[in-house]
Nanobody
Framework: VQLVESGGGLVQAGGSLRLSCAVS????????MGWFRQAPGKEREFLAA????????LYADSVKGRFTISRDNAKNTVYLQMNSLKPEDTAIYYC????????????????????WGQGTQVIVSS
């Protein structure tokens, strides 16, 4: 499966961005899709995941209530809506696909994801 992120950029603190991840390749119904980010000098961090079939979601506590993951089956696209952005949200954001189940606790683990996009840069200025 191939993943292409877009939608990153420069935004002021308190602003919003919506990231997109266009997905192509194998049948998507079996996948869990995730969003991660990596700031300079830090580990890649789980943000959110969604089960493609029914839209069940998972969130990291650090973004719960500010970020929303969703998918559009017709467009084969996964989104990450980010609101109330903070300077500490500055990072490269990655979309990933997990081709194994069951959907749940394993989807918090970046090691369980099989495919990754190239990333999109988000910079939040203070």
């Amino acid at each position: 499966v191939q993943l292409v992120e877009s939608g990153g950029g420069l935004v002021q603190a308190g602003g919003s961005l919506r990231l997109s991840c266009a997905v192509s390749g194998r049948a998507l119904s079996r996948y869990g899709m995730g969003w991660f980010r990596q700031a300079p000098g830090k580990e890649r961090e789980f943000l959110a995941a969604i089960r493609w079939t029914d839209g069940t979601t998972l969130y990291a506590d650090s973004v719960k209530g500010r970020f929303t993951i969703s998918r559009d089956n017709a467009k084969n696209t996964v989104y990450l809506q980010m609101n109330s952005l903070k300077p500490e949200d500055t990072a490269i954001y990655y979309c990933a696909a997990c081709d194994r189940g069951p959907f749940g606790s394993m989807n918090y683990d970046k090691g369980q994801y099989d495919s990754w996009g190239q990333g999109t840069q988000v910079i939040v200025s203070s």
